[in-house]
């Protein structure tokens, strides 16, 4: 039964590429899971203007487009919506408890899907340009660039993936780094510090971004940290490079985690507490696709309705039973 004496079989956190396509799986397999949507439903391809790297779409697709796609299918197929932040969980015993404000849910598998948020600069209208001219996804975004200039911000090893990787595209990539040198690893360091594309302004960093929702991204001020003097970089797009932190603040405690706070799992997308099951960017700080996060949340239903069907087996050996 999907759902017994108010205790679901599965509940799924969060509503990004892993959320839905976790619901879409545990629905077909008549799970009839309930999907949580969280803070920001549609995660981070809400703000995505078009997506061009997802099979199945040649000419490209809005980002909340996708998403609304997706959604519409996980309902289609029997999963029940709930908008709402997850404020607490349980998970030191059967069935585990989740909370959104005061209304609490139960389940007997739990799959979280809550993501990874980027850091930002944190200046006055980046959200409103984010999408516009500002990206966190040189992977994404980088297409749109050929032949133009951007700028990337930060100088860890993602920062210098991202500058390599736009360079291919745009004529000219300026990275902006806080330090007078790269936090970066060697090698990728050198490649960075070698291309004939990539220049460095050092010891500087982004105090104003210039434009608005209507025209877009029009460059940027530059303040050098020595000198305290402030200039203008003319640019078409910016790339904020300075890390991501993983929404797993709620499992503190309970769950295992690696240095950086992101879910640890094995045997592809199981966590430390039997039952409980982690996917996409909450437990991957390395690829950060909505296709990679897509194909966890396949795994995550496929591993959690396993899970379910060995509990209710007599002969049971999983999780030591």
């Known amino acids: ?10 509940i799924i956190l969060g509503s990004g590429p892993a959320g839905y396509t976790a619901a879409i799986y545990a629905s077909r397999s008549n ?34 487009e996708l998403m609304e796609k997706m959604r519409d299918q996980a309902v289609h197929f029997g999963t029940k919506l709930v908008d709402g932040e997850v404020t607490k969980v349980e998970l030191d015993s059967q069935p585990f408890r989740v909370w959104v404000d005061d209304q609490s849910y139960r389940c007997r598998s ?15 209208n980046e959200k409103e340009l984010y999408g516009r001219g500002v990206s966190v996804c040189a992977t994404c975004d980088g297409f749109f660039y050929r032949d133009k200039e951007v700028a990337v911000v930060g100088g860890g090893d993602t920062a210098m993936e991202d500058a390599l990787f736009l360079a291919r595209f745009a004529s000219k990539v300026t990275v902006i780094h806080r330090r007078d040198e790269l936090r970066a690893g060697p090698i990728l360091a050198e490649r960075a510090l070698q291309h004939p594309k990539i220049e460095f302004l050092w010891d500087s ?6 434009g608005d929702p209507k025209t877009g991204f029009q460059g940027l001020t530059v303040k050098n940290l020595k000198t305290e003097k402030e200039n203008d970089l003319t640019c078409d797009g910016v790339f904020i490079a300075i890390g991501h932190h993983p929404n797993t603040g709620l499992f503190k405690g309970q769950l295992e985690m690696d240095d950086w706070g992101y879910l640890t799992t094995k045997n592809g997308t199981e966590t430390s507490v039997c039952g409980v099951f982690a996917a996409g960017d909450v437990q991957d700080p390395h690829f950060r696709q909505a296709i990679t996060a897509a194909g966890s949340g396949c795994m995550a239903a496929m591993q959690s309705q396993r899970y379910l069907e060995c509990v209710d087996d007599a002969d049971c050996l999983q999780c030591g039973e």
């Open 1 to 10: 039964m999907p759902e017994k004496n108010g205790v679901h079989d599965q």
């Open 31 to 64: 799970c009839c899971p309930l999907l949580i949507a969280g803070i920001q439903p549609g995660g981070q391809l809400t703000g995505t203007t078009l997506v061009e790297n997802f099979p199945g779409f040649p000419e490209g697709v809005d980002g909340p």
């Open 110 to 124: 739990l799959i979280i899907c809550t993501g990874a948020s980027p850091r930002m600069l944190g200046l006055d």
């Open 205 to 210: 960093v982004v105090t104003t971004l210039k």
